[in-house]
């Protein structure tokens, strides 16, 4: 259900129709929350889910304005772009999913924004060679500038050094979002005890951890 814009998309070959379907998504969303869905099944779904849940608006119109302007179909500057691409869509996601469970805390908001930045990342890698085989590339381009390296490079599948060392810089940042999540937790409730590594609130398990399972579980990935 939730992977509707992103479909978008991969099933459009000129950006108008792409626009025109966003506009579709857009106030298909105005009219779930005026409790008047339009007769499309996941429309509808998404109504009853809102109601049910109490999802909040924001983050189905952060995706949609994200997907619309990657509809634009250009490689991203920089890797803070791929980030805030990636907050706005798969973090936003996993704000939606975190209300579905009754989960508000700001705590687990700031782990789903780092999973999410690293789901992004590791999207737009995994997705490379698909993209290269239709010569399109999308990775940042500061960190191709970087190591002197062509979108040319990816077309033709070069595997030099230099090709691996954008994939290895790109890679990294994901990994480093990653262990935010299980350094910050750590290191918060660390310093809520004043530092007493033997404090027994330590020794409890991760309250994030249903959470981990649950991404993990949804995104088909262990």
Known sequence: MWSWPRQIKDSITQKTTGLMRMQFWRKAVEDIYCDNPPHQPVAVALWRAVKRHNLSKMWFMKIIDEREKNLDDRAYRNIQ??????????????????????????????????????????????????????????????ICMLHGV???????????????????DIASQAHIHLEHVA????????????????????????????????????????
């Open 183 to 222: 350094l910050d937790d750590y290191l918060y409730n660390i310093r809520k005890v004043d530092f007493n590594i033997f404090h027994p609130s330590l020794q409890k398990r991760n309250t994030l951890l249903p959470l981990y399972l649950y991404i993990r579980t949804w995104k088909k990935t262990y």
């Open 150 to 168: 062509s979108q040319e490079d990816f077309i033709r599948c070069k595997q030099e050094k230099h090709v691996r060392d954008v994939i290895y």
């Open 81 to 142: 772009e791929l980030e805030t691409y990636a907050e706005n869509t798969q973090s936003a996601l996993f704000y939606l999913t975190l209300e579905m469970l009754g989960v508000r805390d700001v705590h687990a908001d700031h782990a789903a924004s780092h999973i999410g930045k690293a789901q992004g990342i590791v999207t737009c890698l995994r997705a490379t060679p698909y993209h290269c085989a239709r010569r399109k590339v999308f990775l940042p381009m500061d």
